[in-house]
């Protein structure tokens, strides 16, 4: 395979910048000329390095009306720019972004309410970007999807709660440490590791245990678990 193109932040100053360097030409094109309050982020590039994904709060697209972050795709072919979260007015998008394999689901916090009747105002959530069709996924934190895994389809979510969202997101029975009764540093933060699926909108608990009372936190890793590509089996 031979390398078209890439894409890096460039600081200069102040200023952060996306730029997409085509090795074959010897051309480098600005993407984002991070002039808004606050800088873009680089996401992913595809594997054949022709198009990037990112984060910006500039308006590249006249659906783009807001002054938050947003998440684009830059295409180098024509040098096109497509607003993927202007689907909704306003996605605030927050943190890391999660992108799958093949560039269909975007997975991404925000403290925006998005989509009616799910989640609360102020609130930080996760929600799932796909096919065009934005999803609640569960109430997270800004650090939700920094340790996440994706199926290489995207239809799979595995992330770790933190202690705050985890009686929120499951009734299955806890100890009273891990529902915020006791307050004790050496107590169990009480973190689980959840499975959501895209297509049937659930959200299951895989560290809880069955039948009985989850007293423990879900092992501290440098990942949240180990996911194979179609997201069917998860090790953790």
């Not at 799979?156 to 009764?181: I, M, P, W």
């Not at 049937?200 to 423990?216: D, M, Q």
Request: overall charge negative; charged content about 20%.
């Amino acid at each position: 395979a031979f390398l078209r193109g890439g894409s890096c932040t460039e600081s200069a100053g102040h200023r952060t910048a996306i730029y997409y360097r085509d090795r074959n030409t010897d051309q480098t094109v600005e993407v984002d000329p991070g002039t808004a309050p606050n800088p873009p982020g680089l996401i992913r590039a595809t594997p054949d390095g022709r198009s990037v994904v990112f984060t910006t709060q500039t308006s590249h697209s006249l659906e783009d009306e807001n002054e938050g972050y947003d998440i684009y795709r830059w295409d180098s072919e024509g040098g096109e720019y497509t607003c993927l979260s202007c689907i909704v007015e306003d996605a605030g998008v927050l943190g890391r972004v999660v992108v799958s394999d093949d560039f269909s689901h975007f997975y991404f916090t925000s403290p925006r309410q998005l989509v009616p009747g799910h989640g609360m105002p102020g609130d930080i959530s996760i929600y799932s970007l796909g096919e065009g069709e934005l999803n609640y996924v569960a109430p997270g934190s800004i650090l939700s999807l920094y340790r996440a895994k994706v199926s290489s389809d995207g239809n799979v979510l595995v992330f770790r709660s933190n202690h705050e969202t985890y009686t929120r997101l499951t009734a299955d029975e806890q100890a009273d440490e891990c529902k915020g009764f006791v307050v004790d540093t050496t107590a169990p933060d009480c973190r689980a590791l959840f499975r959501y699926e895209d297509s049937t909108n659930s959200l299951e608990c895989l560290s809880c245990l069955p039948g009985g009372v989850t007293t423990n936190s879900v092992g501290e890793t440098n990942a949240a678990a180990a996911l194979s590509e179609d997201g069917e089996t998860v090790a953790f």
